[in-house]
């Protein structure tokens, strides 16, 4: 099949743009207002962009009822700060259940029943029971336009400045054991999925040749 994406004239039943990029990290990300109130919501177009410095991106869509910009997005304009929480299939429902809290104002942490750890360089909270955390400053909002004012984005472009991983969740030789922890991605429509099983290539990275930088005294 060929269709033309301002025409959308796919002729199938769903929109199959989203599960032709799969699967997509999801980018739980947690804010904290000018007042001081907790916000949290996935997001399903995220991904790590660089590595020294690392870089992290997240694009968050516009609101259906009125084009307003998400609470997300307002926060980390208005603070430039935001934590990334990696949801595991353990915490699936929470994640899931913070996605559908819409209402300004409500602690969006309390009300899908998490609890919060502080954060040391920002003041977002970090999810308690999601293995791995990145402490993010914001670097660059871009504006991207759409064919109505509700399907606008806004990506958030953020340094990792700093990276919180739980040490069970570690293997023996150092790694981060995928396996134990079953990381969750989003597919196309409304399907999920975790990992359950790696396999591995030869291929050298540029992270091999990174040498751990010194403490600056």
Not at 63 to 79: C, F, I, P, Y
Request: with cysteine; proline share 8%.
């Amino acid at each position: 099949m060929y269709y033309e994406t301002d025409k959308n004239d796919h002729g199938l039943p769903y929109n199959p743009l989203k599960a032709c990029v799969v699967p997509r990290p999801i980018g739980w990300i947690t804010t904290i207002s000018e007042a001081g109130v907790v916000n949290l919501a996935p997001f399903s177009f995220f991904n790590v962009l660089s590595y020294d410095p690392p870089f992290v991106l997240f694009s968050a869509g516009s609101h259906e009822a009125d084009g307003g910009r998400k609470d997300t997005v307002v926060n980390v304009e208005a603070t430039g700060e935001f934590v990334y929480n990696m949801a595991t299939w353990a915490q699936r429902e929470p994640m899931n259940h913070s996605a559908q809290i819409v209402g300004r104002g409500i602690d969006e942490m309390a009300a899908a029943g998490l609890e919060g750890l502080p954060s040391r360089l920002v003041r977002p909270p970090r999810v308690k029971g999601s293995p791995v955390h990145f402490e993010c400053r914001l670097h660059q909002i871009v504006k991207l336009p759409g064919h109505k004012k509700s399907s606008e984005h806004h990506v958030i472009i953020g340094r990792v400045d700093a990276v919180h991983i739980d040490d069970a969740a570690l293997t023996a030789d150092g790694r981060v054991d995928v396996l134990k922890i079953r990381p969750i991605a989003r597919l196309g429509y409304k399907d999920y999925t975790s990992i359950e099983s790696v396999f591995q290539m030869e291929k050298r990275t540029p992270e091999d040749e990174i040498v751990p930088r010194a403490p600056v005294p």
